[in-house]
Nanobody, 121 residues
Framework: QVQLVESGGGLVQAGGSLRLSCAAS????????AGWFRQTPGKEREFVAR????????SYSESVKGRFTISRDNAKNTLYLQMVSLRPEDTAVYYC??????????????WGQGTQVAVSS
């Protein structure tokens, strides 16, 4: 069992930066892939970024590639999302997630409560 608690959201001006954190509890976190998703009211949940269990492989949605960086510190049981050059369209509730995966698929079994990111123009 893995529990995820997010922090770091807030209000930032366009062009600014934020770093989101996701603190994980549970002995299996280090063996799980992890990722970030975001959702705006009235829109479908959107994939943002994913990282392999050992941090060796990452992937990003085209909308954030080059601006966001996902990382993890398994010794601290923590997942991060560094966000730079933020745009108003990045405004959303951001969720961290984790679960077992292969090279091809991930089962997103665990979810955080979400943290609000608001980018003003």
């Amino acid at each position: 069992q893995v529990q995820l608690v997010e922090s770091g959201g807030g209000l930032v001006q366009a062009g600014g930066s934020l770093r989101l954190s996701c603190a994980a509890s549970g002995r299996t976190f280090g063996s799980n892939a992890a990722g970030w998703f975001r959702q705006t009211p009235g829109k479908e949940r959107e994939f943002v970024a994913r990282i392999s269990w050992d941090g060796g492989r990452t992937s990003y949605s085209e909308s954030v590639k080059g601006r966001f960086t996902i990382s993890r510190d398994n010794a601290k049981n923590t997942l991060y999302l560094q966000m730079v050059s933020l745009r108003p369209e990045d405004t959303a509730v951001y969720y961290c997630a984790a679960g077992p995966s292969t090279l091809y698929t991930t089962s997103w079994s665990y979810w955080g409560q979400g943290t609000q990111v608001a980018v003003s123009s």
